[in-house]
């Protein structure tokens, strides 16, 4: 039995598969209007800062390994290692680091996914159309999670490309083996962040609330573990989010800290004792934000 259906003069129905997924206009949205942020732009400039003073640092060093590298000269190289370090130790400062400064980025475009959708009353709109729940939550999920793409994973990968390309030939044997732990501990922060605003701003009301409990808590956690850890208190360490990927990072890249170079960076102390620890409390920072998106939309759409 046909249904009665309404339809414009001149509507003709379109044959075939979709033409664009269901989930990217959802995600370019969220970019759209983050974009148009002036906070937006001001904080990826400080990513590409970031990026610029690692990208620096690495051909630096990369550079005075290949003048050093040469005849007599060879005696040098250790001297030079204490002082500028190694590919290891910027790519491991530059996660760390890099994974604060686009926190900020991520709160800024993506604090109102959700909330703003709860404020506007956009759940009834978005799923009086062919919208699954998986389509909606994957459409967020993929804008949100284009920001730390483009600022932590992808350069990563630019800077170990750039040291495979200058390094000196007897060097890059050592450094072919660096991009799955380097982009994959990029990757794991990205899941991180991405996953925490997505789920924050399913529990929450406002974007600025959002945004500001994001980036505070992030901050605050930081800086009150890292206290508790230097008084004894070691298991509190694993609460923070930046400590556990950083003590990740630190095992996948097996950095020692012994340059002057990566003592001068801040943000770069002792990690955990546990890497695989650290490495379960990113996992349920990550499940606990997608269980929270989760609930959001089958409560709202259970209430439409």
Known sequence: MMRDEVHAIGYRRLEGPRPVWPGWPIARTLWVLGWRRRATKMSLMACFGVFGVHGVWLVSQLMARRYLNLGPRRGLLTGVDRVVGSVHEVLAAYVSIQFFVTALVIAVVASGAIADDRRAGAFELYFSRPLTRLHYALGKLLGAGLIPFGTLVFPTF???????????????????????????????????????????????????????????????????????????????????????????????????????????LPGRPDGNGSPALSLLALGAWIAAGLLALTWRIRREVRAG
């Open 158 to 264: 630019v800077l170990w490309l750039t040291a495979v390309g200058i390094a000196p030939p007897g060097m890059r044997s050592e450094l072919w083996w660096l991009a799955v732990p380097a982009v994959g501990s990029a990757a794991l922060g990205a899941a991180t962040l991405t996953a925490g605003i997505i789920g924050l701003s399913a529990l929450g009301e406002r974007s600025l609330t959002v945004c500001t409990a994001f980036v505070a808590g992030l901050l605050l956690m930081s800086g009150v573990c890292e206290g508790l850890v230097e008084s004894g208190f070691e298991a509190w360490g694993y609460l923070s989010p930046e400590r556990d990927l950083r003590t990740v990072v630190d095992w996948l890249l097996q950095v020692g800290h012994d340059s002057l170079s990566a003592s001068l």
